[in-house]
């Protein structure tokens, strides 16, 4: 039964790599998988209420964000010029600038040109909710790192409010890998590779003796996706960007027109829903009729939670809010007459 409901969860691919051209006599060492169970594990965190891991690849559009320039840049950023000790995959410690450019120097001999056309080093950002033990988020980078980059070269800055001021509440780990291995080949992530790495994150965080999550935003029935800790950290500083400037301008167009935004993919939302509402159903059967009672009460109770959550777009709420609080501050005393 485990091995179905972690099947049905899943339902994606390992990272995949391009093969530069290069010949070897060498293979791959493989991933370890992902433990039996952990489909139900995720599930029952989900239905508990305990917090979504996130992994997200930081996008750097910038002309600097290539070749061994942008590395030198990104471990810059991350190493807060030289105030934060990073870590290498080797788990070698580099603190101060000194040794963090000599890292990059180490990684020039690899190749790496200063300018590049293609992007010579994968950002990802690991992250926990305020109140997650940073030193617990830092140990299941490590792992998750050590595991799921087999043969590449990478290093990692944890960052926490308490270290320093201004940082972000939540503790997250930057990780800088290269983006070729020891064979040459590169690494080529999709959207589902994110979830795979979001699972195996989790699955680190949880032998750290930390609760957690990683499904997706259909499995809870959360129609709207949540903000990007990077954006959101820009935005604080008052950074707007295009995106929330037309955003805004459909805002003031729909409050003019009197017209609430519509959900594009309301009918596709709907029948991915249903089927996951019922796929919990038949687990929660299926857990129930094995013995494991508390389980399924408690996977029944989320299905129905999913059943009954609204479809309303961020542009819907946000237009629901507005109007609600122009209602709210209208002085009935100034209204025509009919």
Not at 121 to 127: C, K
Request: net charge positive; hydrophobic share 35%; glycine share 6%.
């Amino acid at each position: 039964m485990n091995r179905s409901i972690d099947d049905w969860l899943y339902k994606t691919r390992a990272v995949r790599t391009k093969d530069s051209g290069g010949f070897s006599l060498f293979k791959k060492k493989p991933k370890p998988p992902l433990k039996a169970g952990y489909g139900l594990a995720n599930l029952r965190a989900a239905a508990l209420k305990q917090p979504e891991v996130m992994v997200k690849i930081s996008k750097r559009k910038s002309n600097t964000s290539t070749g061994l320039k942008g590395i030198r840049g990104h471990l810059n950023y991350i190493s807060r010029n030289g105030e934060i000790d990073i870590e290498n995959q080797d788990g070698e410690k580099l603190k101060g600038k000194k040794e963090v450019y000599g890292q990059i120097n180490d990684w020039k001999k690899l190749g790496i040109p200063e300018q590049s056309k293609k992007r010579e080093a994968i950002n990802i950002v690991l992250s926990m909710p305020a109140g997650t033990p940073p030193e617990a988020v830092k140990n299941a980078a490590r792992e998750f790192a050590a595991e799921q980059f087999i043969g590449h070269q990478y290093a990692f800055a944890l960052h926490t409010d308490a270290e320093r001021a201004g940082e972000p509440p939540h503790p997250h780990v930057h990780l800088c890998v290269l983006m070729k291995d020891e064979f040459g080949q590169r690494l080529n992530p999709r959207k589902n590779d994110l979830y795979e790495w979001r699972l195996r994150f989790a699955e680190k965080m949880r032998e750290q003796g930390v609760p957690c999550a990683a499904t997706r935003r259909q499995h809870r029935g959360v129609t709207v996706k949540g903000e990007n800790l990077i954006l959101s950290s820009m935005r604080k500083r008052g950074f707007v960007g295009s995106v929330q400037k037309q955003l805004a301008k459909d805002l003031i167009e729909a409050i003019q027109t009197n017209k609430r935004p519509s959900h594009a993919f309301i009918k596709e939302a709907v029948t991915t829903r249903t089927e996951i509402v019922s796929n919990y159903a038949q687990i929660s059967k299926e857990l129930y009729n094995s013995g494991y009672k508390t389980e399924a009460r408690l996977l029944s109770k989320f299905a129905q939670e999913v059943s009954n959550a609204d479809f309303s777009t961020r542009a819907q709420k946000t237009y629901d809010k507005t109007v609600q609080d122009i209602q709210k501050n209208i002085n009935p005393d100034i209204l025509p007459e009919r």
